[in-house]
C-alpha cells in the first residue's frame, strides 16, 4: 500500500528529472527555433479590441467584489 508522502516524493522526484534533462535541451534549441513572427493587421486589431472588452469585464468585476465589500463593512 502507498502512502501519500512516498507518492509525493516519487513525483517530485520526477518532476526534478523532467527538469534536469528538459531544461538544457530547451535553452540550446530555444534560440535556433525562434522565428520572427508577423500576424496580420486584422488580427492586431482583433487584440485590440479583446483587449479592451476583457479591460471592461474585469473592472465590472472588481466593481462588484468591491460594492459587496463596502456593503459588508456598513
Known amino acids: 500500500m502507498f502512502k501519500f508522502s512516498q507518492v509525493s516524493k516519487t513525483v517530485r522526484n520526477a ?9 538544457p535541451a ?7 527555433m525562434a522565428a520572427p ?10 487584440l485590440a479590441s479583446v483587449g479592451i472588452v476583457g479591460a471592461g469585464v474585469f473592472a465590472i468585476a472588481v ?4 460594492y459587496k465589500w463596502i456593503k459588508g463593512a456598513l
Do not use: Q
Open 63 to 66: 466593481g462588484v467584489k468591491l
Open 37 to 46: 513572427i508577423t500576424l496580420p493587421t486584422e488580427l492586431t486589431d482583433a
Open 15 to 23: 518532476a526534478a528529472l523532467v527538469v534536469a534533462v528538459a531544461a
Open 26 to 32: 530547451l535553452v540550446l534549441v530555444g534560440p535556433a
